[in-house]
């Protein structure tokens, strides 16, 4: 019961703060010469503190549940609960941390336009996967937190949760001034993934908490570095090109990124 009222109040949290950036964050929604997107304003890649609030709010926790006794001892009770129920161990998290990110293409290639064309959004999530890798791998080795099953010390933050919550903003990002209820609906994909990281046994509540937060980041960075990053890419687009690629290593999928000079 802890666990679900826990994450309950995550999510509600969630959205709420989530609703209070699109109220406040609403652009035009004149169409673009593209099809598939919709004119964005230079607010759209800016950093405002009330965007930073909630990834803050729970890389903090995370953090703080690596040494505060209390935090850590809803680590233990909480894995305590989960091995006690023994709840039936699903892979599904594998596959729903990259749901999200796959709606937003999906919902384009369905006709409901987004705030980039392909390209641009490519190179956005592209972006924020390389953001929290960068942030996630070396926090791992850092950290050396050792997983509720005893499987490693790489537990801290979990990867997949980060990457779940990276792909959810990256859908809300794109859809909140023109299908702004559509917009939400990666948010509780990819608490399903936290939660299922922590009923799995791979990750402690802090873990899940943290790649959260982490997550929501990355893909805030993104949109933030996107104009410089493509201005650096296409100054010269006689000269150069650029190639997005998906990779396959060690059980993770991701993007890579190649220019040609």
């Known amino acids: 019961m802890k666990i679900k009222c826990f994450f309950l109040a995550l999510f509600i949290q969630l959205i709420y703060g989530t609703s209070l950036v699109g109220a406040q964050n609403t652009v035009s929604t004149s169409y673009s010469a593209s099809k598939d997107s919709i004119k964005p304003s230079e607010n759209d890649y800016r950093i405002t503190p009330k965007r930073l609030i909630i990834p803050s709010i729970l890389i903090g926790y995370g953090v703080a549940s690596l040494s505060i006794d209390g935090l850590k001892q809803l680590n233990l009770s909480t894995r305590y609960e989960i091995t006690e129920h023994r709840p039936d161990k699903i892979k599904l998290d594998n596959y729903t941390q990259y749901l999200p990110a796959v709606m937003v293409y999906g919902l384009n290639w369905a006709g409901v336009e987004g705030k980039h064309h392909l390209k641009d959004r490519t190179l956005i999530y592209a972006t924020s ?52 209820w559509l917009s939400l609906s990666g948010y509780p994909i990819a608490i399903f993934t936290g939660v299922y990281r ?28 996107y104009p410089k990053i493509k201005q650096w890419l296409f100054k010269n687009n006689n000269q150069s090109a650029i190639i997005i690629a998906p990779f396959y290593q060690d059980q993770a999928l991701g993007l890579g990124l190649v220019k040609n000079f």
């Open 198 to 225: 922590a009923l799995n046994n791979k990750h402690w509540v802090g873990d899940v908490v943290a790649g959260a937060g982490f997550g929501i980041l990355s893909t805030e960075l993104a949109y933030w570095l």
């Open 129 to 180: 996967q390389l953001i929290a890798a960068s942030l996630v791998t070396p926090l791992k080795h850092l950290t050396q937190e050792e997983r509720p099953d005893g499987s490693n010390a790489l537990s801290f933050p979990s990867g997949h949760t980060t990457t779940a919550f990276s792909s959810a903003q990256f859908l809300f990002r794109e859809y909140k001034d023109t299908h702004f």
